[in-house]
Nanobody, 122 residues
Framework: VQLQASGGGLVQAGGSLRLSCAAAARTFTSYAVGWFRQAPGKEREFVAA????????RYADSVKGRFTISRDNVKNMVYLQMGGLKPEDTAVYYC????????????????WGQGTLVTVSS
């Protein structure tokens, strides 16, 4: 599975941004997908994940109520709608795929895309 993230940029605190991840996979619906982020000097952390059909999802406590993950299994796309952005959300965001979204929440992914930088100014 090849994953290509896009949509990062500079946004003011309180603003919104939508990240996209295009997946090149013949069996996209065989994979749960998720988003992770890594801030400078910090470890990569889990942000959100959704199940293969999109009916189940998991979020990190730090983004609950502000971020929403979704997927389009026709277009082979994954999205992360981010709202109420804070300076501490500044990071490189990565999309990832694996067989189970609960395992993605444990950072157990089989495939990783390249990152897209999100910078939130105060």
């Amino acid at each position: 599975v090849q994953l290509q993230a896009s949509g990062g940029g500079l946004v003011q605190a309180g603003g919104s941004l939508r990240l996209s991840c295009a997946a090149a996979a013949r069996t996209f619906t065989s994979y749960a997908v998720g988003w992770f982020r890594q801030a400078p000097g910090k470890e990569r952390e889990f942000v959100a994940a959704t199940s293969r059909g999109g009916s189940g999802s998991r979020y990190a406590d730090s983004v609950k109520g502000r971020f929403t993950i979704s997927r389009d299994n026709v277009k082979n796309m994954v999205y992360l709608q981010m709202g109420g952005l804070k300076p501490e959300d500044t990071a490189v965001y990565y999309c990832a795929a694996g067989p189970d979204y609960n395992n993605l929440a444990l950072k157990r992914a089989d495939y990783w895309g390249q990152g897209t930088l999100v910078t939130v100014s105060s």
